[in-house]
């Protein structure tokens, strides 16, 4: 069993930047990718970002990419998402997720942590 907690969320202004971070708890966290998702009111939740369990491989949402940086720390147990650049339609529940399948489905993910809510104001 995973247990996953994100933490950093916030309230910025647009253009400004936060880092998130999801904490780990429980084995092999190493042996699995992670995920970043959000979900905005009234929204599906959206695939941002994905880095591979050896975190040599990260790809992004199209809407993010250039902004967003994720990485991973196995040592620690933790993972990260740097975000620049914000604008409002980033607003959001932000959720790390960790998961063995190579996909940005959220199916693919078996463990969820509880979210963090990011809020861009104009």
């Known amino acids: 069993q995973v247990t996953l907690v994100e933490s950093g969320g916030g309230l910025v202004q647009t253009g400004g930047s936060l880092r998130l971070s999801c904490a780990a708890s429980g084995r092999a966290f190493s042996s699995y990718g992670m995920g970043w998702f959000r979900q905005a009111p009234g929204k599906d939740r959206e695939f941002v970002a994905r880095?591979?369990?050896?975190?040599?491989?990260?790809y992004y949402a199209d809407s993010v990419k250039g902004r967003f940086t994720t990485t991973r720390d196995n040592a620690k147990n933790a993972g990260y998402l740097q975000m620049n650049s914000l604008k409002p339609e980033d607003t959001a529940v932000y959720y790390c997720?960790?998961?063995?399948?190579?996909?940005?489905?959220?199916?693919?993910?078996?463990?969820w942590g509880q979210g963090t809510q990011v809020t861009v104001s104009s």
């Open positions: 997720a960790l998961g063995y399948a190579p996909s940005p489905a959220p199916g693919g993910f078996d463990y």
């Open positions: 880095i591979s369990a050896s975190g040599n491989i990260k």
